[in-house]
């Protein structure tokens, strides 16, 4: 069974418009971290966000924001006021246990000027 | 700027050749990760590394091997190259789990076509 998964393979947005990207994630550990990368088409894997298990804040980098719900097993993505250079395909990931980060398929997201 | 250094954006090579991938970093960092991307899979773990001298299996260590001699260095082998290993491949570090952990800083990856 996929332990992370992306159910939005693409996604076309309007720029300036908000983006929620899905995530679900499957584990059995109390202890465990989130993660969000953005690949751009230069293909580079960027960090942008990191939300621990035992958080109880929603965490947020910039326009970035991660909607957290643990009792769902969710982990979502929000982009606010998309710009064109938010094109790019964005993978969710998240660590259990022992350091290993295992990620989902990505959602490739478009942004229409 | 910390980095993680591949040492090849692209590269071809031929169906049976013995292939090296290298990896260093400059971070001091314990862990070291190696994945493949392909389309619609996402990234896939190869074999990842704790320490020196020490390697790991991921998911799909078929057909690799990988090297770890120095702390900064992790190479992935491909012993005979065969098509189906045609892929990027993307090289990662960390630190040790144990405290506050903010994921990997990956390398700019390396396109691999084997013909």
């Known amino acids: 069974a996929q332990k992370i998964t992306q159910t939005q393979p693409g996604m076309f947005v309007q720029e300036k418009e908000a983006v929620t990207l899905d995530c679900t994630y499957d584990?059995?550990?109390?202890?465990?971290?989130l993660f969000w990368y953005k690949q751009p088409s230069s293909g580079e894997m960027i960090f942008l966000i990191y939300?621990?298990?035992?958080?109880?804040q929603n965490a947020t980098e910039g326009r970035y924001s991660l909607n957290f719900q643990k009792a769902r097993k969710s982990a979502n993505l929000v982009i606010s006021a998309s710009q064109l250079g938010d094109s790019a395909m964005y993978f969710c990931?998240?660590?259990?246990?022992?350091?290993?980060?295992?990620f989902g398929k990505g959602t490739r997201l478009h942004i229409l000027p | 700027d910390v980095k993680v250094t591949q040492s090849s954006r692209y590269l071809v090579k031929r169906t049976g050749e013995k292939v090296f991938l290298e990896c260093v970093q400059d971070?001091?960092?314990?862990?070291m990760f190696w994945y493949r991307q392909d389309p619609g899979l996402g990234l896939r773990l190869i074999y990842f590394?704790?320490?020196?001298?020490?390697?790991e299996k991921g998911d799909i260590p078929e057909g690799y091997s990988v090297s770890r001699e120095k702390k900064e260095r992790f190479s992935l082998i491909l012993e005979s190259a065969s098509t189906n290993q045609t892929s990027m491949y993307l090289c990662?570090?960390?630190?040790?789990?144990?405290?506050?952990?903010?994921?990997?800083?990956f390398g700019s990856g390396t396109r691999l076509t084997v013909v």
């Open positions: 939300q621990g298990s035992y958080d109880e």
């Open positions: 990662a570090s960390s630190l040790n789990f144990g405290g506050e952990n903010y994921g990997y800083t």
């Open positions: 590394s704790y320490d020196v001298k020490m390697k």
């Open positions: 584990t059995s550990d109390q202890s465990y971290g």
């Open positions: 971070m001091d960092h314990e862990n």
């Open positions: 990931a998240m660590r259990e246990g022992d350091d290993k980060i295992i």
